[in-house]
C-alpha cells in the first residue's frame, strides 16, 4: 500500500519561511505525480493552494510556493503570517489513484 | 461560477449502504477536462480519496484499494450530478464526506461537506 509521508508538525516564527515536505513510498516524486497541497483550518473544508507542483489558484497569496526538492514535493511559505497557522495536506496522482499524505501541523509562533 | 452541492442522510446504521449525491451547477459532468471524486475526512484516517467517475468519450471510474470492494461512483446524467454508494458501513466509515472536481490535476472545487455517522 501507498504510503505518503510529510513532516507531523513544524513551527515557524511570523515573517520566516519554511518549508513542507511530501514524500512517496514508491520513491522520488515527480511532476508525474501532480501534486497538490491544501490549507485546512479547524472547523472548515481543506483549501486548494498549488496543483501540478507549483501551479497557484487565482486565490493563492503569493507567498506559498510550491517545488519539487530533492526527491519530494514541497510547499515553501515565505514571510509566514499568524493566519498562515493549519493544517497542510499534500496529494499525490499514481497512475488513476490519488493518495493524501498524513498532513503538517503549521505552528506561528 | 461552478459550484458543487451535497445531498444525503447524516446518519446511516451499520451493514447498511451510506448513499451521497452530488449535484453540479455551472459545468457538466460530461466535461472532458473533469474528473468528478469524493473524499473523506476523519480523526483516526484523516483525508482519504476514495474515488472518482470521468468521461472521456465513454465513462471510466477509479476507486481506492481500502474499499474497492464496497464503493461506486456513478454519474447522473438527467441531473447532472454524480452519487457515492459505500456498502456494507462500520463505525468505521464516520467520516466527512465531500465531493470535489479534478480540474486538469487540480482538486480545487469542493462541496460544503457532509457528516455521516455509521451508529445503531
Known amino acids: 500500500q501507498t504510503v505518503v509521508t510529510q513532516e507531523p508538525s513544524l513551527t515557524v516564527s511570523p515573517g520566516g519561511t519554511v518549508t513542507l515536505t511530501c514524500a512517496s513510498s514508491?520513491?522520488?516524486?515527480?511532476?508525474?505525480?501532480?501534486p497538490n497541497w491544501f490549507q485546512q483550518k479547524p472547523g472548515q473544508a481543506p483549501r486548494a493552494l498549488i496543483y501540478?507542483?507549483?501551479n497557484k489558484h487565482s486565490w493563492t497569496p503569493a507567498r506559498f510556493s510550491g517545488s519539487l526538492l530533492g526527491g519530494k514535493a514541497a510547499l515553501t511559505l515565505s514571510g509566514v503570517q499568524p493566519e498562515d497557522e493549519a493544517e497542510y495536506y499534500c496529494?499525490?496522482?499514481?497512475?488513476?489513484?490519488?493518495?493524501f499524505g498524513g498532513g503538517t501541523k503549521l505552528t506561528v509562533l | 461560477q461552478v459550484q458543487l452541492h451535497q445531498s444525503g442522510p447524516g446518519l446511516v446504521k451499520p451493514s447498511q449502504t451510506l448513499s451521497l449525491t452530488c449535484a453540479i451547477s455551472g459545468d457538466s459532468v460530461f466535461s472532458n477536462s473533469a474528473a468528478w471524486n469524493w473524499i473523506r475526512q476523519s480523526p483516526s484516517r484523516g483525508l482519504e480519496w476514495l474515488g472518482r467517475t470521468y468521461y472521456r468519450s465513454k465513462w471510466y471510474n477509479d476507486y481506492a484499494v481500502s474499499v474497492k470492494s464496497r464503493i461506486t461512483v456513478n454519474p447522473d446524467t438527467s441531473k447532472n450530478q454524480f452519487s457515492l454508494q459505500l456498502n456494507s458501513v462500520t463505525p468505521e466509515d464516520t467520516a466527512v464526506y465531500y465531493c470535489?472536481?479534478?480540474?486538469?490535476?487540480?482538486?480545487?472545487?469542493w462541496g460544503q461537506g457532509t457528516l455521516v455517522t455509521v451508529s445503531s
Open positions: 470535489v472536481r479534478d480540474m486538469e490535476w487540480a482538486m480545487a472545487l
Open positions: 514508491t520513491g522520488a516524486v515527480t511532476s508525474g505525480y501532480y
Open positions: 501540478s507542483t507549483n
Open positions: 496529494l499525490l496522482y499514481y497512475g488513476g489513484v490519488w493518495v
